[in-house]
């Protein structure tokens, strides 16, 4: 397995894209969108360059990891010669069932397809393709270059074969991989959303100010951030897909996202990336990073 084919630039598809083209694969990264291509490849420079730096990678290392990435823009000419494609499109069933319909037609007969859904069934994925003995689930963890855990999801028809194979790969990338059942959320954010979700709500019913919240959580539970400022790095709309797609999957009202989620999420209050979530991340408030206000 040699020639890999990421689908999305965004922050996980160039992460994916940026640890695989490191250790030696061939990648083929892939968006409809040429801006998001830039904007991606622009982002795995700078997190080499941060590399070289830390002297993790040297130079040379850097420059030949740059060399292993192509950038296109058509989706059967990135895909036709893979052995393996890495779905990391938006965290939306309609457009990853889409993608994976055109995959079967594209792709060679044994390539693997895998998802990186944080939530979505491999098992309802797979529905839309005629190998889905090949389709499986490879959730990687935000930043996907420094995070060693990845979710490796077998659905209901996904082969022994497929799963040992993609084992063994997550292993040759420096990963720790852990097999895990396909249900709503798995296990990372099954356990992981509820808790943010919480948080909001704690924040919503007035118990405490979003700094307390965090600082709670930081301080007492010895978490590296807290739930508020984790779920603005993950994207406030994000997290509300992820806990919309458990609640209709186990239709349980635990999962029941939080209305001022909902309400934030509505107003365009993504988070780091709109510029604005639990926290002010606008060019005027630069100066006081979340990290500095939490640095103790």
């Known amino acids: 397995m040699k020639n890999i084919a990421i689908i999305g630039a965004g922050t996980m598809g160039n992460g994916i894209a940026h640890t695989f083209a490191q250790n030696g694969f061939n990648v083929n990264l892939i968006d409809i969108s040429e801006a998001s291509l830039k904007k991606g490849i622009a982002t795995i420079t700078k997190n080499l360059d941060r590399q070289v730096a830390k002297e993790v990678l040297t130079e040379t290392q ?37 993608i994976f319909k055109n995959l079967e037609e594209f792709c060679q007969p044994n390539t693997i397809l895998a998802s990186n859904t944080s939530s979505i069934s491999i098992t309802q994925i797979a529905s839309t393709t005629k190998r889905a003995d090949k389709v499986i689930g490879m959730h990687f963890m935000n930043p996907v270059p420094v995070m060693k855990l990845v ?22 990338l420096g990963k720790a991989p852990v097999p895990v059942n396909d249900y709503p959320g ?28 965090d600082t709670v959580m930081k301080l007492g539970m ?23 797609v458990m ?10 996202p939080c209305p001022l989620l909902v309400n934030m999420v509505r107003a365009g209050k993504m988070g780091v990336k709109s510029g604005e979530g639990f926290y002010d991340y606008s060019e005027s408030r630069k100066a006081e990073t979340v990290a500095n206000q939490f640095s103790s």
């Open 186 to 213: 798995f296990v990372a954010n099954r356990i992981l959303m509820p808790m943010i979700n919480e948080a909001v709500e704690t924040l919503y019913n007035g118990v405490a100010g979003v700094a307390e919240i």
């Open 247 to 256: 609640y209709e999957g186990f239709k349980n009202p635990k999962y029941a």
């Open 62 to 98: 850097k420059n030949n990891a740059l060399l292993n990435i192509k950038l296109l823009t058509d989706l059967r000419e990135g895909v036709s010669q893979a052995d393996l494609v890495v779905e990391a499109a938006s965290e939306n069933l309609k457009i990853k069932l889409d």
């Open 151 to 172: 979710e490796i999801i077998s659905g209901y028809s996904t082969s022994k074969a497929t799963l040992e194979t993609i084992t063994k790969l997550a292993e040759q």
């Open 222 to 244: 010895a978490h590296p951030m807290g739930p508020l400022q984790l779920a603005d790095f993950i994207g406030l709309d994000v997290c509300l897909a992820i806990l919309e």
